[in-house]
């Protein structure tokens, strides 16, 4: 079960951190994924992280601007999504994955939260 919160509206340049609370004891063992959803374009895969948070990947049009991060203790994965821009716009949604790596298939899915950066 993954709950994403932290999305609202603002302006270009500015700043959101996204979290994504997981329940269950295997959230350690989990890769962990950020995907993003614009108004009529496909689901994109944004950020992901492997279990210890060693390995990481960024698509290249957030590479710089956004930082995913995990805290196993806490159950916690975060979005620190920095420098938006207008085509950040999108649902993002929270994904965990129970094969541990970050380029795994990803079977659960949060509920999503809406980002908007306007001009």
């Known amino acids: 079960h993954l709950v994403e919160s932290g999305g609202g509206s603002v302006q270009a340049g500015g700043s959101l951190r996204l979290s994504c609370a997981a329940s269950?004891?295997?959230?350690?063992?989990?890769?962990m994924g950020w995907f993003r959803q614009a108004p009529g374009k496909d689901r994109e895969f944004v950020t992901g992280?492997?279990?210890?948070?060693?390995?990481?990947y960024y698509v290249d049009s957030v590479k710089g601007r956004f930082t995913i991060s995990r805290d196993n203790a806490k159950n916690m994965v975060y979005l620190q999504m920095n420098s938006l821009k207008p085509e950040d716009t999108a649902v993002y949604y929270c994904?965990?994955?129970?094969?541990?790596?970050?380029?795994?298939?990803?079977?659960?899915w949060g509920q999503g939260t809406q980002v908007t950066v306007s001009s």
């Open positions: 994904a965990a994955n129970i094969r541990g790596t970050w380029h795994s298939t990803y079977d659960y």
């Open positions: 269950g004891r295997t959230f350690s063992s989990y890769g």
């Open positions: 992280i492997n279990w210890s948070g060693v390995s990481t």
